[in-house]
Nanobody, 122 residues
Framework: QLQLVESGGGLVQAGGSLRLSCAAS????????MAWFRQAPGKEREFVAA????????DYAESVKGRCTISRDDGKNTVYLQMDSLNTKDTAVYYC???????????????WGQGTQVTVSS
């Protein structure tokens, strides 16, 4: 099993920034594609960003492209999501996910964290 624990969420004003972290344990972190998804109240969980093994590829949802950066530190078994120019539409619970495949589809991910709340005030 791969355990994932997110941190870094909180309340921020529109236009501000947050950096989310996801610490992994239990298996060889470097083998996994890592991704971030988010779920707003009353909405489906949606893809935000993904980063492949060895940091070869990254992918972003159109809604966050240019405002978010996903990165990983295999030495620390951690993946990050730097979010800038936040707006109220970014308010959601953000989930870290992992799988062997490189995908933007939530059904492809076997491992999930419990989520961290991000609230953007206007």
């Amino acid at each position: 099993q791969l355990q994932l624990v997110e941190s870094g969420g909180g309340l921020v004003q529109a236009g501000g920034s947050l950096r989310l972290s996801c610490a992994a344990s239990g298996r060889t972190f470097s083998r996994y594609t890592m991704a971030w998804f988010r779920q707003a109240p009353g909405k489906e969980r949606e893809f935000v960003a993904a980063i492949s093994r060895r940091d070869v590829s990254t992918d972003y949802a159109e809604s966050v492209k240019g405002r978010c950066t996903i990165s990983r530190d295999d030495g620390k078994n951690t993946v990050y999501l730097q979010m800038d120019s936040l707006n109220t539409k970014d308010t959601a619970v953000y989930y870290c996910a992992a799988d062997i495949v490189y995908s933007s589809r939530k059904r492809d991910y076997d491992y999930w964290g419990q989520g961290t709340q991000v609230t953007v005030s206007s």
